[in-house]
């Protein structure tokens, strides 16, 4: 070890400091380096310089020096750094330093990290670990249900081919699971161990959501929604045949009702007969809702599809405040009012899904009752929907009936009776325009024809309530466009069921047990509060694609194993992250997430040739 003398010129001044240097022996020879830096010594004699020097020395060597009799302060600070930055050079390891053959070194096992990493951070914001350990869950099977979940997330498999998913993705290091498979049955038992406490998980989900997002609890929404079985499902006495809304009436089904916040962030869920009628399920959910929230005085608000006449005297009995849609016949005892002055023009809270999209006009005019509020809405894109359908559906009535009628003049259709049914499964087909037409079958003594007719003053009158429907409510503190805002909410839960059905893959169940389909739709559940939490937070800081969208952007940020063949013989494997790019980045920075991915485990491999 030695001392040198450096120079810096900065700004036409030059400065003066000496540093203790030693040499060291690498692979291209001798080398130096800096192990203290002492400052500029020029002040003091020349003999203090060489004094300071032989101190440090000695206190590094520990050996006693003649010309030193005690070590003053200052040599023992400069020994203590001189042996602090050799003890970081031999943490670093030298047999690191090494080199590599650069026309070699490779990369395998690219593994996809993105998508999994964000859903595994949502899982810890959402404390789902927690939640599940306080039902008494074991560990690992806590590690599968969490794997299911944000299998579901990002890619839904089965579980037959959610192995093969895990061992294609960084899932299994995100997790824990240190490279040990996971195998199909260990799944079912988790979906089994899963199911007894649906309950109370989705109370403290609920709780964790309404601190974590400081929900409101003024409003809640319910609807449902149809998953079909592919099978006979002769295991499973729910699965009937019922009203499809997959538009697979050939199929078995399960009826989901789903409670949710103003948010869009579910309450809790409850599964019916697959024949069971919508109207039917209300008083449940109520039911329902009283376990999971108490008795609480948020208003409830369902479509018109729910809103029959039997369950709103319901809530009126109960003392249920509501909003409801009413059904489409009730528009014609209003129509003179659809027409009369007193409208205002009101505007959606919600920005537009996609950036620069117009909002279509629309305007409320309320009518108060002797108990209940009406609010009329008229909507210029609603009225384009409406006359869309009307002419979609007479055109195909209108084809059908020409074809019965070509049948009927052919002879290939006589009997009456087979004529008229013909005619009844024509109306029941295109019941949403089979008032309009008038249809008659006429006996002949030597033949039988079908005439039919447009009753063009009906269509007319229905074509000017185009556009118009009616709200109801006991509320009697709101105005017009509060209720038509407050109404409108329920569009978030029938984002949730298509989030359901198209992202999160909830249809059809593979599973013909019953418990385990039902735990098949918790866990779809589970994966929606996943997701909307996700899309919450970036609706917050303004970002409003679809969670489909980010998850292809982010598939790109991947893990991959380095392979770095050395000239000493030796190969090195780094199991390592790659760095995020700037889109990822940006996506990370509006989750609050670490784009780094510190936690994720680094290993190395060392294999002698």
């Given at each position: 070890?030695?001392?040198?003398?450096?120079?810096?010129?900065r700004?036409?001044?030059?400065?003066?400091?000496?540093?203790?240097?030693e040499?060291?022996?690498?692979?291209?020879?001798?080398?130096?380096r800096?192990?203290?830096?002492?400052g500029?010594?020029?002040?003091?004699p020349?003999?203090?310089?060489i004094?300071l020097?032989?101190?440090?020395?000695?206190?590094?060597?520990g050996q006693?020096?003649?010309?030193?009799e005690?070590?003053?302060?200052?040599?023992?600070?400069?020994?203590?750094?001189?042996?602090?930055?050799?003890?970081?050079w031999a943490?670093?390891?030298?047999?690191?330093?090494?080199?590599i053959?650069?026309?070699?070194?490779?990369?395998?096992?690219?593994?996809?990290?993105?998508?999994?990493?964000?859903?595994?951070?949502?899982?810890?914001?959402?404390?789902?670990?927690?939640?599940l350990?306080?039902?008494?869950?074991?560990?690992?099977?806590?590690?599968?249900?969490?794997?299911?979940?944000?299998?579901?997330?990002?890619?839904?498999?089965?579980?037959?081919?959610?192995?093969?998913w895990?061992?294609?993705?960084?899932?299994?290091?995100?997790?824990?699971?240190?490279?040990?498979?996971v195998?199909?049955?260990?799944?079912?038992?988790?979906?089994?161990?899963?199911l007894?406490?649906?309950?109370?998980?989705?109370?403290?989900?609920?709780?964790?959501?309404?601190?974590?997002?400081?929900?409101?609890?003024?409003?809640v929404?319910?609807?449902?929604?149809s998953?079909?079985?592919?099978?006979?499902?002769k295991?499973?006495?729910?699965?009937?045949?019922?009203?499809s809304?997959d538009?697979r009436?050939?199929c078995k089904?399960?009826?989901l009702?789903?409670?949710?916040?103003?948010?869009?962030f579910?309450?809790g869920?409850?599964?019916?007969?697959?024949?069971?009628?919508?109207?039917?399920?209300?008083?449940?959910?109520?039911?329902?809702?009283?376990?999971?929230?108490?008795?609480?005085?948020?208003?409830?608000?369902?479509?018109r599809?729910?809103?029959?006449?039997?369950?709103?005297?319901y809530?009126?009995?109960?003392?249920?405040s509501?909003?409801?849609?009413?059904?489409?016949?009730?528009?014609?005892?209003?129509?003179?009012?659809?027409?009369?002055?007193g409208?205002?023009?009101?505007?959606?809270?919600?920005?537009?899904?996609?950036?620069?999209?117009?909002?279509?006009?629309?305007?409320?005019?309320?009518?108060?009752g002797?108990?209940?509020t009406?609010?009329?809405?008229r909507s210029?894109g609603?009225?384009?929907?409406?006359?869309?359908?009307?002419?979609?559906?007479?055109?195909?009535?209108?084809?059908?009936?020409?074809?019965?009628?070509?049948?009927?003049?052919?002879?290939?259709?006589?009997?009456i009776?087979?004529?008229?049914q013909?005619?009844?499964?024509?109306?029941e087909?295109?019941?949403?325009?089979?008032?309009?037409y008038?249809?008659d079958?006429?006996?002949?003594?030597?033949?039988?024809?079908?005439?039919?007719r447009?009753?063009?003053?009906?269509?007319?009158?229905?074509?000017?309530?185009?556009?118009?429907?009616?709200?109801?409510?006991?509320?009697?503190?709101?105005?017009?466009?509060?209720?038509?805002?407050m109404?409108?909410?329920?569009?978030?839960?029938?984002?949730?069921?298509?989030?359901?059905?198209?992202?999160?893959?909830?249809?059809?169940?593979?599973?013909?047990?019953?418990h385990?389909?039902?735990?098949?739709l918790?866990?779809c559940?589970?994966?929606?509060?996943?997701?909307?939490?996700?899309?919450?937070?970036?609706?917050?800081?303004?970002?409003?694609?679809?969670?489909?969208?980010?998850?292809?952007?982010l598939?790109t940020?991947?893990?991959?194993?380095?392979?770095?063949?050395?000239?000493?013989?030796?190969?090195?494997?780094?199991?390592?992250?790659?760095?995020a790019?700037?889109?990822?980045?940006?996506?990370?920075?509006k989750?609050s997430?670490?784009?780094?991915?510190?936690?994720?485990?680094?290993?190395?491999?060392?294999?002698?040739?």
């Open positions: 070890m030695y001392m040198r003398k450096k120079t810096k010129t700004n036409d001044k030059t400065y003066t400091y000496y540093q203790l240097v040499s060291y022996t690498t692979p291209k020879g001798p080398r130096q800096v192990v203290a830096s002492l500029d010594l020029r002040p003091r020349r003999e203090e310089w004094q020097f032989r101190e440090v020395q000695a206190a590094l060597s006693e020096d003649l010309t030193v005690v070590i003053s302060d200052e040599a023992k600070e400069v020994a203590e750094r001189v042996r602090k930055k050799k003890k970081a943490s670093s390891s030298d047999e690191e330093m090494v080199e053959h650069l026309d070699r070194v490779e990369t395998k096992e690219p593994r996809e990290l993105g998508p999994q990493y964000v859903g595994i951070q949502m899982w810890e914001r959402l404390e789902l670990d927690g939640i350990e306080s039902c008494g869950l074991p560990e690992r099977v806590c590690k599968r249900i969490k794997l299911m979940a944000v299998n579901a997330l990002c890619e839904y498999k089965s579980e037959h081919a959610m192995p093969g895990a061992e294609r993705t960084a899932i299994g290091d995100l997790i824990g699971l240190n490279g040990r498979p195998s199909e049955s260990a799944l079912y038992r988790a979906l089994d161990a899963l007894p406490y649906r309950e109370q998980i989705e109370d403290a989900l609920a709780e964790r959501e309404k601190d974590l997002f400081r929900l409101p609890n003024t409003v929404l319910y609807d449902l929604t998953t079909y079985f592919e099978g006979e499902m295991r499973n006495p729910s699965a009937k045949l019922g009203y809304r538009h009436g050939d089904q399960l009826v009702g789903l409670i949710v916040d103003v948010e869009g579910a309450k869920h409850i599964i019916f007969d697959g024949n069971r009628r919508d109207s039917t399920t209300f008083e449940e959910m109520v039911a329902l809702l009283d376990e999971r929230c108490g008795h609480t005085d948020a208003a409830i608000i369902m479509d599809g729910l809103a029959t006449e039997e369950n709103r005297r809530l009126r009995r109960e003392g249920r509501y909003i409801v849609a009413c059904p489409q016949g009730e528009r014609d005892q209003w129509h003179e009012a659809f027409f009369e002055g409208w205002e023009e009101v505007v959606r809270p919600d920005p537009p899904t996609h950036p620069g999209k117009k909002r279509c006009r629309m305007e409320v005019k309320q009518v108060v002797e108990e209940e009406y609010v009329l809405c210029e609603r009225k384009e929907k409406d006359a869309a359908i009307r002419r979609r559906f007479s055109e195909r009535m209108e084809t059908d009936l020409e074809k019965l009628r070509t049948r009927v003049a052919q002879g290939r259709l006589k009997k009776g087979k004529i008229h013909a005619v009844g499964r024509l109306r087909r295109y019941s949403r325009v089979a008032r309009y008038d249809i079958v006429v006996k002949e003594p030597e033949s039988v024809r079908v005439e039919w447009i009753q063009e003053e009906k269509r007319a009158r229905a074509e000017e309530l185009d556009g118009t429907y009616i709200l109801e409510t006991n509320r009697r503190d709101l105005t017009a466009e509060m209720i038509w805002t109404y409108i909410t329920l569009t978030r839960v029938e984002g949730a069921f298509r989030h359901l059905k198209s992202t999160l893959n909830l249809r059809p169940v593979r599973h013909h047990l019953p385990r389909a039902e735990a098949h918790f866990l559940v589970l994966a929606y509060h996943l997701l909307h939490a996700i899309e919450t937070t970036l609706r917050n800081r303004g970002e409003y694609r679809s969670w489909d969208t980010i998850r292809q952007v598939r940020h991947q893990v991959n194993t380095i392979v770095l063949p050395a000239t000493n013989g030796d190969v090195y494997q780094i199991r390592k992250p790659s760095v790019e700037a889109e990822h980045r940006e996506i990370y920075k989750l997430i670490d784009p780094k991915v510190n936690r994720y485990p680094i290993t190395k491999q060392r294999t002698r040739k």
